[in-house]
Nanobody, 122 residues
Framework: QEHLAESGGGLVLPGGSLRLSCTASGTIFAIGATNWYRQAPGQQRELVAAIAADGSTNYAASVKGRFTISRNNAENTAYLQMNSLQPEDTAVYSC????????????????WGQGTLVTVSS
């Protein structure tokens, strides 16, 4: 069974930084696209950042220039570096990834982590 585990959330002052990690475990041949989502209380989940297998990235307009998504394939880990955090960034952040469990035959699973809470407050 494949799993994603997030870490790095917590309480931070406005203007501060946090780095979230998302580590995959289980049967892993390779990891495809990895995404970070967030959901604030009473709001819909939104896609924050995405990184493809080739390393290309995309960001929500609200975080562009402040957040950076990256990946370390050797460690099966993706990161979300969050700078200049603001109270409106407060949310549960979850990662989602396509984990390729077999190359022949080609088999993959879409897996979600349990989420980590980020609170930006003075």
């Amino acid at each position: 069974q494949e799993h994603l585990a997030e870490s790095g959330g917590g309480l931070v002052l406005p203007g501060g930084s946090l780095r979230l990690s998302c580590t995959a475990s289980g049967t892993i041949f390779a990891i495809g696209a990895t995404n970070w989502y967030r959901q604030a209380p009473g709001q819909q989940r939104e896609l924050v950042a995405a990184i493809a297998a080739d390393g290309s990235t995309n960001y929500a307009a609200s975080v562009k220039g402040r957040f950076t998504i990256s990946r370390n394939n050797a460690e099966n880990t993706a990161y979300l570096q969050m700078n200049s955090l603001q109270p409106e960034d407060t949310a549960v952040y979850s990662c989602n990834a396509v984990i390729i469990v077999s190359d022949d035959p080609y088999k993959y699973r879409e897996v979600w982590g349990q989420g980590t809470l980020v609170t930006v407050s003075s």
